[in-house]
C-alpha cells in the first residue's frame, strides 16, 4: 500500500513538472508570436537605391565586392531573395513603395503626366498620425513634391544644393543626399521618427565619382552601385554614432533594375522581364532575426504592411500587400503562402501594341501578350524558354489569376483631378528621357489581335534615342534615326511628329510645316479608317503639341491668323495647355491688340504660375503701357523663377528708372526754382 502511494506521488510530481513546461513553453511561444520583435523600435528608415538591381549587390551573389556596407546589414538583417516591383519606373515604383497598393489602384502608370492622388494613403500619413516625425529626402526631380509623394511628410528635400545637369537640373549626387540625411537625422535623433531616403546614381548614364570609376573600370553600373553603398554606409555610420543604430527598423530596398540587352532592352521600363522588376529587400528589425534569406515571393508592396506590422499599428484598409514581419523573428514556424505578384508596363502601347502584364507565383511567371509567355524562375533568372506551349494549363491558370489581381485591385472610381503638367515640369523630365506625356493607353482589356510588344522594342529604342539625340541638339543623328524609321515602319505616324521637331530644332520653319502638317493629316487618315479604335488615344498629347509647333512656324512665317487658328486647335485637344494660350498672347500681341494679349497671357499664368516667359511679356505689355508699378513685379517674378534671365534684368532696371524720372518729373519739391 506504501509502495502504491509513493508511486503515485512520484507521478503527481511528474505531472507538475511536465505541466509547468507545458505552461513555460506556452508563454515564451505567446511571448513570440504577440510580443513578437523584443526590443523598442523608435526610428524607421527605408532607403531606395533607384534603378539598382538585385543582383549588382554583392549580397546578392555579384561577384565583386560591391555593397560591403549593405553586405554588413544583410548579416545582421533578414534578405528576401525573390522581390517584385510591380512596374519598372521610378514615379510609380515608389507610388507603390510608399502606399503599398499596385499601379492598379493608385493610378500612376508612367513618370509624366501622372500625379500620385491625395485619396492615397502614404505610409509617411500612417507614422504621422502615430506621433513619429516624418522626413523624406530624394535625389531626383522625377520624385519631386508636385507629384504628390509628400503626403504625409513634415519635411520633403527635393532641392538639390550642388544639381547635376542633365540639360536641365535634375539629380543629385549621393554625398548630398547622405549629408543632407546625416543633417536631418541630427536635428530629429530625440524623437520618434521616419525617414525616406533616396538614392539616383545606379540609374543612368553611369559616372560614378573617384575611386569608384577606377576600381570599377568598364563596369561603371557596378562603380555606381559601390558608391550609393558608400553613402548609404555614412547614413549608417551616422545613425551608430547617434546610438540610434540598435533601435532602427532599416529597409534597404530598390524601385527597379536595369536592362543591360536581356531580352534587348538596354535600360528599364518597357518590359516586364526579371532584369528590371526583381529587386533588393533587406530588413534590419531590431531584436529580430539575423543573417536570414527568405526564399517566399515578396514585393514593393508588402513594405508598408511590414512596417505597420512590426510596429503594432493597423495599416490602411486599400493595401494590397502583406505584412512580412512574420519572416524578423528569432523563432518561430514560418506559414508558407501563396502569393501572386503584379507587374505592368504600358509603354508598348505607344506602338499600337497592348500592356505588358504579368504575374509571378514563384517559381512561375507568366507575361500577357499577344504571343504569351511562361517562364520558370529555377531555370535562371533571364528568361530564355518560353514554357508557353509545353504547359499550357498552368499558363491559363495564372492567366485567371491575373484577371482576378486586375479585377479586385482596379481602382473604379474617377482620378480626382487630371494632372496637368507646367512648361518647365515637362522640359525637366523630358530631359530625363521621359517623354510625351499622356502617351501610354491605360486600358486593362486584352486584344490578342494587336501587334506584340516584341515586335516593337528595336523601334521603341529608335524613338527613344531620336528623342535623346534632339534634346541635346545632335539634329544629324536624330534625323538619320528617324529615316530608318521610316524606312523599317513606314506606318509609324511619330516619325513625323519627330522630323517637324529637328526642323524646327534646326530653324529650318518650312521643313517643320511640311512634317508637323504631315503628320497632323495622317492621324487624321488614321482615324478615319478605324473610327472605333480606342488605342489610337495616345497620339492625342503629340496632336496638341503638334498644332502648337505649327502655330509657331506659321507665326515665325508672319502668318498670324494661320498661327492663331493652330493654337486654337491645340486647346481643343488640351483645354489647359499653358503654351498655347502663352502663344495665342504673343500672336494676339503682334497684330496690336493689347487686350486679348494681356488675357492670353494671364490665362497661362493661371494655369502656370511659374511660367517665367509669361510674366516677363506681361511685364513688356505694362512697360509700354506705361503701367511700371505693374511692369516691375511681373519683371522680379520672371527674375525669381529665372534668376540669370540678362534680358529679364535689363528690362527692370528700364522699368525702375522710367518710373524714377516720372516720379521725379511729377514731384512739386523737385519742380521748385531755387
Request: hydrophobic residues 35%; proline residues 5%; glycine residues 6%.
Amino acid at each position: 500500500m506504501g509502495e502504491k502511494l509513493k508511486r503515485r506521488r512520484n507521478f503527481s510530481w511528474w505531472r507538475v513538472i511536465v505541466l509547468g513546461l507545458v505552461v513555460c513553453g506556452a508563454a515564451m511561444w505567446f511571448f513570440e508570436r504577440v510580443a513578437g520583435l523584443r526590443k523598442e523600435i523608435r526610428h524607421i528608415v527605408l532607403i531606395s537605391m533607384d534603378t539598382c538591381r538585385a543582383d549588382s549587390l554583392s549580397c546578392y551573389g555579384y561577384p565583386g565586392r560591391t555593397t560591403p556596407n549593405i553586405d554588413a546589414v544583410a548579416e545582421e538583417a533578414i534578405v528576401f531573395n525573390h522581390v517584385l516591383t510591380p512596374i519598372a519606373l521610378t514615379l510609380p515604383a515608389h507610388s507603390s513603395m510608399l502606399t503599398g497598393t499596385t499601379p492598379l489602384y493608385h493610378g500612376v502608370h508612367h513618370n509624366l503626366g501622372y500625379r500620385l492622388e491625395e485619396s492615397s494613403v502614404t505610409v509617411g500619413e500612417v507614422l504621422q498620425r502615430e506621433g513619429y516625425s516624418t522626413g523624406a529626402i530624394v535625389s531626383t526631380y522625377v520624385l519631386d513634391s508636385e507629384f504628390g509623394l509628400n503626403q504625409g511628410f513634415d519635411s520633403y528635400d527635393d532641392e538639390f544644393v550642388e544639381p547635376i545637369p542633365v540639360f536641365y537640373h535634375n539629380e543629385r549626387k549621393g554625398g548630398e543626399a547622405s549629408r543632407v540625411a546625416c543633417e536631418w537625422l541630427e536635428r530629429h535623433q530625440d524623437e520618434r521618427f521616419f525617414l525616406f531616403l533616396h538614392y539616383y546614381d545606379p540609374h543612368s548614364p553611369y559616372e560614378p565619382p573617384e575611386p569608384f570609376a577606377s576600381t570599377f573600370a568598364g563596369r561603371p553600373y557596378a562603380g555606381e552601385v559601390a558608391y550609393t553603398d558608400y553613402c548609404i554606409g555614412q547614413v549608417i555610420k551616422k545613425l551608430k554614432e547617434l546610438n540610434l543604430y540598435d533601435s532602427t527598423l532599416l529597409i534597404i530596398t530598390s524601385d527597379h533594375g536595369e536592362g543591360f540587352g536581356e531580352h534587348r532592352e538596354r535600360e528599364h521600363g518597357y518590359y516586364i522581364y526579371q532584369s528590371t522588376v526583381h529587386v533588393p529587400l533587406v530588413i534590419k528589425v531590431p531584436g529580430g532575426a539575423e543573417g536570414k534569406r527568405v526564399n517566399e515571393t515578396a514585393g514593393l508592396v508588402d513594405i508598408v504592411p511590414t512596417i505597420c506590422g512590426v510596429l503594432g499599428i493597423t495599416p490602411p484598409s486599400t493595401i494590397h500587400g502583406v505584412d512580412l514581419s512574420r519572416f524578423l523573428k528569432r523563432r518561430g514556424d514560418i506559414e508558407k503562402t501563396d502569393r501572386y505578384i503584379y507587374c505592368e508596363s504600358f509603354l508598348p502601347t505607344r506602338y499600337d501594341c497592348p500592356p505588358l502584364l504579368g504575374v509571378v507565383n514563384y517559381p512561375w511567371k507568366y507575361i500577357q501578350a499577344p504571343r504569351q509567355e511562361l517562364y520558370d524562375l529555377n531555370q535562371g533568372p533571364r528568361e530564355e524558354e518560353n514554357l508557353f506551349s509545353k504547359d499550357p494549363k498552368r499558363a491559363r491558370l495564372l492567366q485567371e489569376h491575373l484577371k482576378l489581381i486586375i479585377e479586385e485591385q482596379v481602382r473604379t472610381e474617377e482620378a480626382e483631378d487630371k494632372f496637368v503638367l507646367s512648361a518647365e515640369s515637362r522640359r525637366r523630365l523630358e530631359s530625363l528621357g521621359y517623354v510625351a506625356a499622356g502617351s501610354t493607353d491605360v486600358d486593362f482589356e486584352f486584344d490578342s489581335s494587336k501587334n506584340d510588344p516584341k515586335d516593337f522594342n528595336l523601334l521603341h529604342k529608335q524613338v527613344m534615342s531620336a528623342w535623346v539625340f534632339i534634346k541635346r541638339q545632335q539634329y544629324s543623328e536624330a534625323e538619320a534615326m528617324c529615316n530608318k524609321m521610316v524606312a523599317e515602319h513606314p506606318d509609324y505616324i511619330l516619325n513625323f511628329y519627330l522630323l517637324g521637331g529637328i526642323a524646327m530644332g534646326r530653324n529650318n520653319i518650312a521643313e517643320s510645316v511640311k512634317h508637323y502638317s504631315k503628320f497632323l493629316s495622317r492621324v487624321e487618315e488614321e482615324k478615319a479608317r478605324r473610327p472605333e479604335d480606342e488605342s489610337l488615344g495616345y497620339l492625342e498629347a503629340y496632336v496638341s503639341w503638334a498644332h502648337l509647333r505649327l502655330g509657331i512656324a506659321f507665326s515665325a512665317q508672319e502668318r498670324l491668323e494661320d498661327a492663331i487658328s493652330q493654337y486654337s486647335e491645340a486647346l481643343k485637344m488640351d483645354p489647359e495647355m499653358a503654351e498655347a494660350y502663352f502663344n495665342l498672347g504673343h500672336a494676339y500681341r503682334r497684330q496690336g491688340k493689347l487686350s486679348e494679349a494681356i488675357e492670353h497671357y494671364s490665362r497661362a499664368l493661371e494655369l502656370d504660375p511659374e511660367f517665367a516667359e509669361a510674366h516677363y511679356s506681361l511685364g513688356n505689355i505694362m512697360l509700354e503701357r506705361e503701367e511700371f508699378e505693374k511692369a516691375i513685379i511681373y519683371y522680379r517674378k520672371a527674375l525669381e523663377l529665372r534668376p540669370d534671365w540678362s534680358q529679364a534684368s535689363g528690362a527692370l532696371q528700364a522699368a525702375q528708372s522710367r518710373k524714377k524720372e516720372r516720379e521725379e518729373a511729377t514731384d512739386p519739391w523737385l519742380q521748385r526754382d531755387f
